[in-house]
């Protein structure tokens, strides 16, 4: 017997980081040596004291039932202390701060409970495919901001076309951003809550990556700009902040009309977070946050081996601020990215993100995560430049 799927999902695979990490494996089975360099996993783990949060909370009777689909009390409040400790913003536990499941969960989940078939979305390009795919499972069409190199990878808002921009329902912004470690400026997002203000459209700001800086950088929100939450969710995660991409805890903050959209969707999707979680999560917000200078020293250090790496085989990328990425060009001799990630897992086990994943801007760069042991990127780096070479 046949079974269809629904049209909205007919075209599309698996998430791409689930099908490399099963050819993976079956590499791994064959007894290959292969280092992840793709996806921006933390390998380090949180503090002790966020694990033992977990861990005494876990143990009580009483934390194994269901919560609340927006999270507890306790949780929203430590938001809110984050959100005014570490941007000076002022939120509304109640009804500007929702807990997620993870933000990538919230950023399918705002497309599901906001778009309408029809609707415009205005997506970065190069861009976390998730922006596009929700977008489209919606029923909604995608219009494309390029992210170039020139133009310090921000999308020029005022290239929109006026009957685009018109039309539009909803755009996304990502800074510090994956794949391109890019940041954005005050200025910038100024400009960003103008463009939508002025064309009714909802700004979807995901920043998982805003405590995860290197150099003196401090990275902003775009929530701390005058006037912002009229128009603007921001997305923020525990995982990268924090080292606890598998617990999947985040929030949302902001507009409080459209995060009641969000939470209404919610109640019907999910069961909301295991307690304990967001107990230890409500711990890592509002403890002493001086341990992540030193977790992102080590950041910054296997940033620089990696750029090293890439300028001694005569790429020369540019040199990220924020974020676990070197977004680099791919060697002369490749055209395709696809082609030049196939080739480095199969070759020298080395896998790293294709650049045309991330969509077509994306083509001609690949993407290398530096959230895997230093000795194994030296490795990485060392193997990629024997490999190269031998080319010649």
């Known amino acids: 017997m046949n079974f269809s799927p629904a049209d909205r999902i007919a075209s599309f695979q698996s998430y791409y980081f689930g099908r490399l990490g099963e050819t993976i494996q079956s590499l791994r089975k064959q007894g290959r ?13 949180p503090t002790s004291e966020i694990i033992e949060t977990l861990y005494n909370s876990a143990k009580l009777p009483t934390t194994h039932g269901y919560t609340m689909h927006n999270g507890t009390q306790k949780f929203r409040n430590t938001v809110a202390v984050y959100l005014l400790n570490r941007f000076e913003i002022s939120l509304d536990p109640e009804s500007e701060i929702l807990a997620l499941i993870g933000s990538k969960e919230g950023l399918f989940n705002l ?55 018109l ?3 909803m755009l996304w912004l990502n800074y510090p951003n994956n794949p391109t470690g890019a940041i954005a400026t005050p200025d910038f997002y100024r400009e960003a809550i103008d463009f939508a203000r002025q064309n009714h459209i909802l700004l979807a700001s995901d920043a998982p990556y805003t405590d995860v800086c290197f150099d003196g950088y401090t990275a902003d929100s775009i929530l701390q700009i005058p006037g912002a939450k009229e128009v603007t969710v ?32 919610k109640s019907q999707q999910d ?82 993100a294709p650049g045309i994943l991330y969509g077509n801007h994306g083509e001609g760069n690949f993407r290398i995560s530096f959230g895997c042991e230093t000795q194994k990127i030296e490795e990485a780096m060392h193997r990629l430049r024997t490999w190269l070479l031998s080319q010649v």
């Open 33 to 45: 040596d292969i280092i992840r360099l793709d996806i921006g996993s933390p390998d380090l783990p």
């Open 111 to 165: 497309s599901q409970a906001f778009l309408n078939p029809g609707d415009i979305v205005l997506v970065p390009d190069p861009g976390y495919p998730v922006y596009s795919a929700a977008a489209k499972i919606a029923g909604a069409t995608v219009v494309t901001m390029p992210l170039l190199k020139e133009n310090n990878y921000l999308p020029d808002l005022q290239a929109i076309p006026q009957e685009i921009a």
């Open 167 to 169: 039309k539009a329902k």
């Open 234 to 265: 921001e997305f923020n995660s525990l995982s990268k902040t924090y080292n606890m991409a598998g617990w999947r805890v985040g929030f949302a903050a902001g507009n409080a009309q459209v995060l009641g959209y969000l939470k209404t969707y």
């Open 271 to 352: 069961s909301a977070n295991f307690l304990p979680t967001l107990e230890a999560g409500a711990y890592a917000l509002t403890s002493d946050q001086s341990w992540l200078d030193e977790r992102n020293e080590v950041y910054r250090k296997r940033r620089d081996i990696i750029l090293a790496g890439l300028n001694a085989i005569g790429l020369y990328p540019k040199r990220p601020k924020a974020a676990l990425y070197v977004w680099s060009p791919i060697p002369e001799g490749f055209t395709d990215s696809s082609d030049f990630c196939g080739q480095c897992l199969q070759e020298i086990g080395v896998s790293f």
